[in-house]
């Protein structure tokens, strides 16, 4: 699933830390960067090369929101619809990009092209409503 380049550096990773654990979080960016997104193949495929239990990684992909956890398009807009960035009009934000698309959070593009995702919190409560493209 990861390619030479990729397992020569995780490889290389392995001798820079004494439990393989600390290598989960690359290990996962390695195979979205070359899949889009993280199957449970491929927590499983994570799991056995770095020899550490199926459930560490399960949980480190359900953890963060960064891991895609099903095809996503070129490109994510994530609208944060916390506390801070709804009493900001965030919701009106979503409803606009919905219209726009045709989406609904969660879907994708005909095309491929966006997907839209309803963000817990995008750390910007100061300057909310908050709003980020992934590409």
């Known amino acids: 699933m990861l390619s030479e380049a990729h397992l020569k550096r995780i490889e290389e990773l392995k001798q820079r830390y004494q439990k393989p654990q600390s290598l989960v979080l690359d290990a996962l960016w390695m195979l979205q960067e070359e899949h889009g997104w993280v199957s449970e193949e491929g927590m499983k495929y994570v799991a056995d090369i770095l020899e550490i239990p199926q459930h560490h990684v399960f949980g480190v992909v359900t953890f963060y929101t960064m891991f895609n956890k099903q095809p996503v398009g070129k490109h994510k807009i994530e609208v944060c619809t916390n506390v801070s960035c709804l009493l900001r009009n965030s919701d009106r934000v979503?409803?606009?990009?919905?219209?726009?698309?045709?989406?609904?959070?969660?879907?994708?593009?005909?095309d491929g092209k966006f997907t839209l995702v309803e963000a817990e919190c995008l750390g910007s409560c100061g300057t909310a409503p908050a709003l980020s493209l992934i590409h």
Do not use: S
């Open 94 to 110: 979503l409803e606009h990009i919905e219209k726009r698309l045709h989406i609904k959070p969660g879907e994708t593009t005909p």
